[in-house]
């Protein structure tokens, strides 16, 4: 699990930090922020699976950083002086709730919350390849399985979703578009041109300038700043089929 720290009080960041390295070895601080616009920023930039988020932040709160970033898959736990903060933290789907002076115990219960958040994402994910969903193009709606789409590739203002019978539809929604749809689904933008079904993908060709080869034997290009995003999600797909296969 990646995580960062966004709270206005270094002495608190610090604390979090020890506590987390001390009680939860596996989770990586990958970045801290003191501000709204800052913690908005590391969010984006570090892609991480969780944050620890105090709610005054002085050029705005918790709440301004959760609702800018809903586009990504953060989780957060908010960590607060304030009691009254919560219902309005969770009401910002938070997962988790701590009051400051933060201890040891609350850490723990913090991290399991979000490990099991986590866990039941992948698994609903997982699940949800099985649905049906309806495609339009100027001439017919195609009811299709999630699972059965290969990848959705920009043409211009019109997409091309290629399915894993070797068919095509080309479509007049964007790309951006079929992102906000697929992204709940384990779908991930790869490329400013792709979308991949993650369950698709065989292996990552680093050789070969970075490539997905998926199912069919076909590639897709990795661009350079979601590289490391795609590998973190290879690797979370790959621990999620082991434990449901135990």
Same mark, same amino acid.
């Given at each position: 699990?990646?995580?960062?720290?966004?709270?206005?009080? =270094?002495?608190?960041?610090?604390?979090?930090?020890?506590?987390?390295?001390?009680?939860?070895?596996?989770?990586?601080?990958?970045?801290?922020?003191?501000?709204?616009?800052?913690?908005?920023?590391?969010?984006?930039?570090?892609?991480?699976?969780?944050?620890?988020?105090?709610?005054?932040?002085?050029?705005?709160?918790?709440?301004?950083?959760?609702?800018?970033?809903?586009?990504?898959?953060?989780?957060?736990?908010?960590?607060?002086?304030?009691?009254?903060?919560?219902?309005?933290?969770?009401?910002?789907?938070?997962?988790?709730?701590?009051?400051?002076?933060?201890?040891?115990?609350?850490?723990?219960? *913090?991290?399991? $919350?979000?490990?099991?958040?986590?866990?039941?994402?992948?698994?609903? *994910?997982?699940?949800?390849?099985?649905?049906?969903?309806?495609?339009?193009?100027?001439?017919?709606?195609?009811?299709?399985?999630?699972?059965?789409?290969?990848?959705?590739?920009? $043409?211009?203002?019109?997409?091309?979703?290629?399915?894993?019978?070797?068919?095509?539809?080309?479509?007049?929604?964007?790309? $951006?578009?079929?992102?906000?749809?697929?992204?709940?689904?384990?779908?991930?933008?790869?490329?400013?041109?792709?979308?991949?079904?993650?369950?698709?993908?065989?292996?990552?060709?680093?050789? #070969?300038? #970075?490539?997905?080869?998926?199912?069919?034997?076909?590639?897709?290009?990795?661009?350079?700043?979601? =590289?490391?995003?795609?590998? =973190?999600?290879?690797?979370?797909?790959?621990?999620?089929?082991?434990?449901?296969?135990?």
């Amino acid at each position: 699990m990646r995580a960062v720290i966004i709270d206005d009080e =270094r002495n608190v960041r610090m604390v979090i930090r020890s506590m987390v390295h001390t009680y939860a070895p596996s989770v990586k601080i990958v970045g801290e922020a003191s501000t709204c616009l800052q913690g908005i920023d590391i969010i984006r930039t570090m892609e991480p699976d969780v944050a620890f988020l105090d709610v005054e932040l002085g050029d705005g709160t918790g709440m301004d950083v959760i609702a800018s970033v809903k586009d990504l898959s953060c989780l957060f736990a908010v960590v607060t002086a304030h009691s009254s903060y919560a219902v309005d933290a969770y009401a910002h789907d938070a997962v988790s709730f701590l009051l400051k002076p933060v201890d040891p115990d609350a850490i723990v219960k *913090a991290i399991a $919350k979000l490990s099991a958040a986590l866990e039941a994402r992948q698994i609903l *994910a997982e699940k949800s390849q099985l649905r049906r969903v309806t495609l339009r193009d100027a001439e017919n709606d195609y009811v299709v399985r999630i699972a059965d789409i290969l990848t959705c590739t920009a $043409k211009g203002v019109y997409t091309v979703i290629r399915m894993t019978d070797g068919s095509s539809l080309l479509l007049s929604k964007n790309l $951006k578009e079929y992102e906000d749809m697929f992204s709940q689904y384990g779908f991930l933008r790869v490329h400013h041109g792709h979308l991949v079904n993650v369950h698709h993908i065989r292996r990552y060709d680093r050789r #070969h300038g #970075h490539v997905l080869v998926l199912s069919d034997d076909s590639v897709v290009p990795v661009s350079v700043r979601k =590289r490391e995003v795609v590998l =973190r999600t290879l690797h979370s797909v790959v621990l999620g089929n082991s434990h449901g296969g135990q």
